[in-house]
């Protein structure tokens, strides 16, 4: 969005939800609101105060608030306050498309489980961030202790899902480049959803640890195996197995299961994806 254009989240800079025991429904509303606006303050309390003037949500029975209004999506899954306010500003952080995906792998989670009571590891590591009965903490205050790490973590969901965006665009260029059924990627880069759209068997890419991973391309109809993994013989195999059954001085590593090896060169890494992709024969057709 255009730095000129007035974003709905400027139109508050103060909001109201409840107090006392808190969820991850009302953390992950409040630390969303600071992310769409770090002047915002929240306000708790066990009613809307008359005339007030911030967004109230998860109570007071407004349009973020889901307690008496039974709000779904088309697919059937609740609302709760975050799924709302995330409907109405997601797109501010998120490009439209990764908005709605955020909310299909991240945001129902959470309103599913305030709906149902049933938590998952995220929601019921949110619910005992509430003070226990011998805690000299209050509830505000660790309120705002839990909205400090929901921001922690939205933070990092939104860095990661726009630099998969970006790495969709380079991914592609580098498939058009690609020669035969092996990708070489210059740097390190979420590669499967475009990967997925071609025929490539094995992409190559320099590892963090130093030297290059060569990871065999999931199968489309089943996410769990490989198009074409490593050869039996390969896998789990130590260094000096592997330079002996293939002939190639540097490849270090095949994992037990055969869908990553790993090489000390660039070279090693082209040569032993050349010669699994042979010695797959048919299964490569």
Known sequence: MADEEKKNSELFDKGFTHSGTFHADDVFSTALLEILNPDFKVERGSKVPEN???IVYDIGNGEFDHHRDDKKRDNGVPY???????????????DPEDAETFDRKFVQEIDQADNTGKGNLLTESIKNMNPSWNDEQTYD???????????EVLGSEFRQMNARREARGFVRAEVEKAEGRILELSRTAPWQEIVAETDILYVIFPSARGGYMIQAVPDNSNRHESRLPFPADWRGASREDLEQITGIRGLNFCHATGYIAAADTLEAAREAAELSIRLGGDACT
Do not use: N, P, Q
Request: net charge neutral.
């Open 141 to 151: 205050e660790a309120f705002d202790h839990a909205v400090r790490f929901a921001r």
């Open 80 to 94: 709760a306050s975050f799924g709302l306010l995330w409907k109405k500003f997601g797109s501010e952080i998120l």
């Open 52 to 54: 007030y003037d911030g």
